[in-house]
């Protein structure tokens, strides 16, 4: 059986400095910049999960920021995918799909 999917292109985070002049329209506040980037590229990667977790009423945040149908993608946490032998990430791998 084939099977059709969707790929999203996107971006990979939605705050740097560079952006604020040139992808960001001008004087657009830091606090608004997710809801302008949600609405002009269809998914967008989430850097930060790489680097440490989230509470989950960050999460809903970010759902709610967005439109129906956005995609976030999250970059898998460190302690995860920087083993040697993948096999040993069961806890650290627990600990992050529960963090939110």
Known sequence: MTQS????AGMGGWTFEPWDTSFYPD???KAKQ?????????S????????SSFKEPTFVKWANEAPDGFV???KGNRFV??????GEAGESMTRFLGSG
């Open 72 to 74: 976030y993608s999250l």
């Open 27 to 29: 004087k657009l506040s």
């Open 44 to 51: 967008i990667e989430v850097n930060g999960t790489y680097y």
């Open 81 to 86: 995918t920087n083993r040697r032998v993948l």
């Open 34 to 42: 997710l809801h302008y980037a949600t609405r002009h590229v269809p």
């Open 5 to 8: 999917g969707k790929i999203r």
